[in-house]
């Protein structure tokens, strides 16, 4: 079994949650010791995709009877693997899946998603593929607290007082709706630092640029930045925020509980069943409720959740990810015969 591993970001971004979770799925394979291609050049028997960009390669695989996996909501921080759309009404926040996602996952043979509830906004939303649950996993290695030259990388990079506590947030700079409550928290702690993280578009939308007007001394907004520096700051980090109201990249928020960061974010009906407030992480609907956890946890008022954290996102190692594809694979190369 040789298995196609296909991911090209937009543009030259090739340091976001889509890359990292191409990066957790070959890491996987070979600790499983299961053969891997990472060009559509090659032969292989299975295809692997992760994003709507390459629908004309899925289509391909597919005219040539060749499977295909497509992973689905893992992502959705990252414009290159995102699958939902953020809609804005009077009354609600409301996510759906894109038209062009639902095209393309029902051709696939098989969808994996990070969650049961994931799985049921799926089912719900016209698609018709077999849709198997597969939970996020943390390559732990990347992660060593530890590992004092690692964490010294984002101070020396952006010149930072390492005596200041580092708040961390992470967006997108075409909807930064919800995000106030990260910038009142900067303005109420003036003394501590707060990064708001976003993968930049080829040109910034006028949205985020509205919002960097806001911006005070000790509040900055950056694109995100090369893997060895984001990582840096997610160990440097004591609290990170998803603040706004489009879907979490689940990839990221694994990334900050392995990190050992207290996680503060938004009502996310999609991961339900991963994400419990006040056991792995702390829930807010509203703005407000964000802005008061938030202060309530800089002030150590309420009991913190990361270790419990650290466990969910470290007890499934690659070896279980690559067990559990290998799964997948085998049983759609056997209907295949």
Not at 79 to 92: D, E, V
Not at 141 to 150: A, H
Request: proline share 3%; glycine share 4%.
């Amino acid at each position: 079994m040789k298995v196609l591993v296909y991911f090209k970001p937009r543009e030259k971004y090739d340091n976001f949650e889509g890359a990292r979770l191409r990066k957790s799925i070959k890491g996987a394979l070979e600790v499983s010791g299961i053969e891997y291609v990472s060009s559509d050049k090659e032969e292989y028997d299975i295809a692997q995709f992760m994003s709507l960009n390459e629908e004309s390669k899925i289509n391909q695989c597919l005219e040539k009877h060749i499977p295909v996996v497509i992973a689905a909501l893992y992502c959705e921080s990252d414009p290159s693997a995102s699958f939902l759309r953020y809609k804005n009404t009077k009354y609600h926040h409301k996510l759906q899946l894109s038209k062009q996602a639902v095209r393309v996952l029902n051709k696939a043979n098989v969808v994996i998603v990070p969650s049961e509830s994931a799985k049921e906004f799926i089912m719900n939303s016209g698609i018709n593929t077999k849709v198997v649950v597969i939970e996020p996993t943390t390559n732990i290695t990347r992660f060593n607290s530890s590992r004092i030259d690692e964490k010294e990388i984002f101070y020396r990079y952006f010149k930072e007082d390492k005596s200041k506590r580092l708040i961390t947030c992470l967006g997108s700079s075409d909807n930064v709706d919800g995000i106030n409550a990260f910038i009142k928290g900067a303005k109420k702690h003036p003394k501590e630092t707060f990064y708001y993280f976003f993968q930049e578009n080829p040109r910034i939308s006028w949205k985020i640029k509205s919002v960097i007007k806001q911006t005070t001394s000790n509040l900055h907004f950056v694109s995100i930045p090369s893997d060895d520096i984001y990582r840096s700051a997610l160990l440097d980090a004591d609290v990170f925020m998803y603040a706004g109201y489009d879907a979490l990249g689940i990839i990221s928020i694994y990334e900050a509980m392995a990190a050992k960061c207290e996680l503060i974010i938004r009502e996310q009906p999609l991961f339900s069943d991963l994400l419990i407030d006040g056991e792995n992480c702390h829930i807010g609907k509203y703005s407000e409720t964000i802005s008061s956890i938030l202060n309530d946890c800089l002030s150590g008022k309420i009991s913190p959740t990361k270790d419990n954290a650290f466990i969910d996102a470290t007890k499934r190692g690659l070896d279980v990810l690559g067990d559990e594809l290998r799964v997948v694979y085998e049983e759609l190369l056997d209907n295949k015969e």
